[in-house]
């Protein structure tokens, strides 16, 4: 008989959260940008954002990427208590998290999440106790080590066990579980010679370009006129016929050339992907990968380099960014 599999369960504490409240309507492009200028933050590839909406609010909940951990659910700290109050319907509840510092005021309407506030920690007094009672219905203290509120009280290495055994849904899960998996025809290594990246860059390209029969028709019409421009000039040139019909043909044949060229730049696989080696060239970057998929280019290191800004003047933008036993896999998305 096989054995049930065991599902591991785990939380991150609001010290390693960061937390911001968005007014609904919202599009999925505004919660990312808006986010991280709501919390001043500029490196947004250190990141993970998860959220979800009710009503009226965005709740969008950040952690650092090198604090999730590999279980089957990673919870936020504030979200543990929808368990606690699930038996409540419309009273207003809170659960104070004293940290160190600080505390964290987690509010509910029933068990679904509203809002985290926060406050110091020597600003709590009894008056403020008084008037959090008249507020809510239900309070409870969690890590009140220091007794200076009047509500039930709880350990949280206790407390928190209890919860995440009954959490069977979860709004946000910040586990670090999903994998890439590219097909191994789609992929090839790249050693430390990246002077031969642009030698890559063309025949590579040309490869996946002939694919395209379509495009090897044209380019095949384009040469034939080209050519045969160039038997009618030469003989032109030989029976010195009048200047004025030289420089019509002379025309022609030009025009015939710029065809073949904006022809040649509108393959994008040879752009793109010199473009993409000729960022990672101009800082002298070590890669242990390169896989190509669609419009997907992705790339594994041992560390990071400072070429995001480069990679976005080539219309590169960044999709997903992963740490694994120190080592750092990135997807970069090709925007048409």
């Known amino acids: 008989m096989m054995s049930k599999k065991i599902i591991k369960k785990d ?44 009503k009226s609010f965005t709740h969008v909940f950040l952690c650092k990427y090198e604090d999730i951990l590999d279980v089957d659910y990673v919870i936020p700290e504030p979200l543990l208590f929808e ?62 080590t220091q007794n200076l509120s009047s509500f039930d009280k709880f350990n949280s290495n206790i407390f928190y066990q209890k919860l995440l055994k009954k959490c069977d849904r979860v709004k946000i899960n910040f586990a670090n579980k999903a994998k890439i998996n590219h097909l191994k025809s789609f992929s090839f290594k790249i050693l430390l010679a990246f002077t031969c990246g642009i030698l890559l860059a063309l025949v590579y390209p040309l490869y996946l370009y002939t694919q395209k029969s379509s ?29 004025q019909e030289v420089e019509k043909l002379q025309e022609k044949n030009k025009q015939k050339v710029d065809l073949l060229q904006k022809f040649y730049a509108n393959t994008l696989c040879y ?23 669609n419009n997907d280019f992705i790339i594994k290191l041992n560390k990071d380099y400072d070429f995001y800004d480069d990679f976005k003047k080539y219309h590169f933008v960044l999709k997903n960014k992963e740490i694994n036993d120190e080592k750092i896999t990135l997807v970069f998305e090709k925007s048409l």
């Open 215 to 243: 495009y090897e028709k044209e380019k095949i019409k384009y040469e034939n006129l080209i050519k045969n421009q160039d038997d009618i000039l030469e003989q032109a040139k030989i029976n010195q016929k009048q200047n």
């Open 11 to 54: 939380f991150l504490t609001y010290e390693k959260l960061l937390y911001v409240k968005l007014t609904n309507p919202i599009s999925e492009d505004e919660i990312l940008k808006k986010s991280f200028e709501e919390l001043g933050l500029k490196d947004d590839f250190s990141y993970e954002l998860k959220y979800f909406q009710d």
């Open 271 to 293: 752009k793109d992907f010199y473009n993409f080696l000729k960022v990672l060239n101009s800082h002298q970057s070590y890669i242990e990968a390169l896989y190509i998929k």
């Open 83 to 144: 368990v606690y109050f699930r038996n409540d319907t419309n009273s207003e509840n809170l659960a104070l998290l004293f940290k160190k510092k600080y505390i964290v005021l987690v509010e509910y309407l029933g068990c679904k999440f509203q809002n985290c506030k926060v406050m110091p920690l020597n600003t709590y007094s009894k008056i403020y106790d008084e008037k959090l009672k008249n507020t809510y219905k239900n309070i409870i203290s969690i890590d009140d």
